[in-house]
């Protein structure tokens, strides 16, 4: 079965602060893919990124970057210089890779409620 | 590219009626679509799998009789909660992808179920 951990519920940061926000996975798969969606108070989700298990580089986007630990089974997501805009809940997810073309259902975490102050 | 909608965004609706909602893809053809359910302050919880011209397939625990999924056309899923009870009031949210081999999925923005 596959699990998502976030721990951290609820995360209070000052604007301009950096924040890092952590997520652990468990699957059985060897191929499966990572996610991290953002859920502003309007309900929709954005998504941010997608991370096949393959692909271990991190990855910068502007004030985003993302830091993928295949060892620690990890898939941590940094916002640098967070802004009050970036108040959110975020969710981890992931999916196992349906080779038959049938799945790809998606396992979220509980999220974490970011809230970034003047 | 990629835009799917619900409708409605918000309903309210009393115990023991039944609410349809819908879910469509705008700009591409969705052969899956999935459909979740969102508790304040919780995750998202998938609820069905549901394939274009087939009968969907639910997560285990989730009624099938009282929540009836439909998808009959590539851009069009439809979800109705029969018998609605105050406790179905949640968030729901459905995703479509665009074929078997396309891993993206695309989310709707939800929508809000008020039972009274």
């Known amino acids: 079965a596959q699990k998502v951990t976030q721990a951290q519920t609820e995360i209070s940061v000052v604007e301009k602060e950096d924040v890092t926000l952590d997520c652990v996975y468990e699957?059985?798969?060897?191929?499966?893919?990572l996610f991290w969606y953002k859920q502003p108070p309007s309900g929709e989700l954005v998504f941010l990124i997608r991370?096949?298990?393959?692909?271990?580089q991190n990855e910068i986007s502007g004030r985003y970057s993302w830091n993928f630990q295949k060892s620690t089974s990890s898939f941590n997501f940094t916002i640098t210089a967070s802004q009050v805009v970036d108040s959110a809940v975020y969710f981890c997810?992931?999916?196992?890779?349906?080779?038959?073309?049938?799945?790809?259902?998606?396992?979220f975490g509980t999220g974490t409620q970011l809230k970034v102050e003047l | 590219g990629a835009v799917v909608s619900q409708h409605p965004s918000r309903v309210i609706c009393k115990s023991g009626t039944s609410v349809k909602i819908e879910c469509r893809s705008l700009?591409?053809?969705?052969?899956?679509m999935f459909w979740y359910r969102q508790f304040p302050k919780q995750s998202l919880m998938l609820m069905a799998t549901?394939?274009?011209?087939?009968?969907?397939?639910?997560e285990q625990g989730v009624e099938k009789d009282k929540f009836l999924i439909n998808h009959a056309s590539l851009t069009l899923s439809t979800l109705t909660v029969t018998s609605a009870h105050p406790e179905d009031s949640s968030f729901y949210i459905c995703?479509?992808?665009?074929?078997?081999?396309?891993?993206?999925?695309?989310f709707g923005p939800g929508t809000r179920l008020t039972v009274t």
């Open positions: 997810a992931l999916s196992e890779v349906e080779l038959t073309g049938g799945g790809n259902k998606l396992t």
């Open positions: 549901s394939n274009e011209g087939s009968k969907a397939t639910y």
């Open positions: 995703s479509a992808r665009a074929g078997p081999w396309r891993d993206e999925q695309y």
């Open positions: 699957t059985r798969d060897t191929t499966y893919y």
């Open positions: 700009d591409f053809q969705a052969t899956t």
């Open positions: 991370r096949n298990s393959f692909d271990e």
